[in-house]
């Protein structure tokens, strides 16, 4: 993932400013706006002013301070992902402190300077406060995410479960038999495809296979199965992997997800089956592929992905994801740099960052193809996550 990497010195050294934006996708997911680091870099220079007049203490603070710049450009340079980050984001407030106590001033107008540090740190994140963003359910009374297994589950065969939904609750995973092997289709990519088919086909060597998936209660039968238009959903998302559903589906129910609708106060908290999990029997079946249900990307459609892969391959790397028909377009995510491809039935190229308003057009597929169109790699999205526009 690169998306919290800087694409140029410059933007690597802004940093410890950028952190400072109430925005999402600065050094974490979340909008979690952090000015301690530049009150470091700011207080370090004014420290570097009065060197010969600090207070005692100064060999150590400064050692803490190297510390954290030299920490600070090994994770930028590898992931400038907060998360991992933690020792040092919790380090830097006393470092900061401790800055501010070496200054050559009186201790009131020191005391000053801390309280308005901790005081603008506390308005920015009452601004856009990070808590629950990510929070799903809260684990409250009982199993940390319930789900009710009947004997058809627990003393099933060995039995490998495929998940195919992104969020694939994994939670529910050891609370089945040990012996049950688990992989989730939705975030496989491209690149994987092969791993994915040998692991399916020992699997199906192996024993029985089920498709598990949230249930719908909308899309539900009386009994809480699913109804056969959604049995055809889940049946071609799993056509992508040569998997079919062979048998009755049957529901498992799940107060885990019965709490995340209340916690949503989703419409599917009140309905007549609560929200729960599918189990279908599925077979592995490989199929050639003209028989296949799912579109093939045009031959062109593949060659202007590729193309954009060798202007910026750092964003639009090879492989990354497998080909989305759209009505009017085929799409392709790349997660590691949150953007997205769209190759239209009008024979136009765009690509749109997760966070613009709207998309950028790079240019016609012939023009791509023909080596008219260059691609301005360093300026397609900025460090702090700003979008640029790159086409030129």
């Known amino acids: 993932m690169i998306r919290f990497q800087p694409d140029t010195v410059p933007q ?4 410890f400013f950028n952190m400072a934006a109430p925005d999402a996708n600065v050094y974490i997911e979340i909008a979690a706006p952090d000015i301690r680091f530049a009150a470091v870099l700011l207080l370090a220079a004014v420290a570097l002013l009065f060197w010969r007049r ?5 060999q150590a603070t400064m050692a803490m301070l190297l510390l954290l710049l030299a920490s600070s450009a090994i994770w930028v340079r590898t992931t400038g992902n907060g998360r991992y980050f933690m020792a040092l984001l919790v380090a830097v407030g006393p470092v900061a402190v401790g800055l501010i106590c070496l200054l050559p001033v009186t201790r009131v107008f020191k005391a000053t300077l801390a309280l308005l540090l901790l005081g603008g740190q506390v308005f920015v994140i009452s601004q856009y406060p990070p808590w629950n963003s990510w929070t799903y359910l809260h684990w409250k009374d009982g199993s940390y995410f319930q789900v009710s297994l009947g004997p058809e589950e627990t003393r099933a065969p060995p039995t490998t479960y495929v998940s195919l939904s992104t969020i694939s609750y994994s939670l529910i995973a050891p609370q089945f038999p040990p012996e049950s092997r688990w992989i989730n289709l939705a975030t496989g990519n491209a690149r994987d495809v092969e791993w994915i088919d040998a692991f399916l086909r020992d699997a199906a060597a192996r024993g029985p296979m089920r498709a598990i998936a949230p249930s719908l209660p909308w899309a539900s039968l009386p009994d809480a199965r699913p109804a056969p238009r959604a049995v055809v959903a889940i049946d071609e998302l799993l ?9 009755e ?19 599917n908290a009140d309905a007549p089956h609560a ?4 189990s279908c029997p599925i077979v592995y079946e490989p199929r050639p592929r003209e028989r296949q249900r799912l579109e093939q990307a045009p031959e062109e459609v593949q060659r202007s ?13 090879p492989g990354e994801s497998n080909l989305v028909r759209l ?17 239209t039935d009008s024979r136009e190229v765009w690509y749109k960052f997760w966070r613009s308003l709207n998309p950028v057009l790079v240019g016609g597929i012939d023009d791509l193809l023909a080596g008219k169109v260059q691609l301005d790699c360093a300026g397609i999205r900025g460090s702090d996550g700003a979008w640029k526009s790159g086409a030129q």
């Open 12 to 15: 690597a050294l802004m940093r």
């Open 275 to 278: 929200p729960g999990f599918w």
């Open 249 to 267: 589906c049957r529901y498992i129910p799940s107060g885990g997800l019965r709490q995340m609708a209340e916690r949503e106060n989703s419409a």
């Open 239 to 247: 056509m992508r992997r040569n998997l079919r559903i062979s048998g």
């Open 54 to 58: 600090l207070g005692s203490g100064r």
């Open 305 to 317: 992905l590729v193309r954009l892969g060798e202007l910026c391959p750092r964003f639009f790397t």
């Open 327 to 343: 009505p009017d377009a085929w799409s392709r995510h790349y997660a590691a740099s949150e953007t997205r491809v769209y190759v």
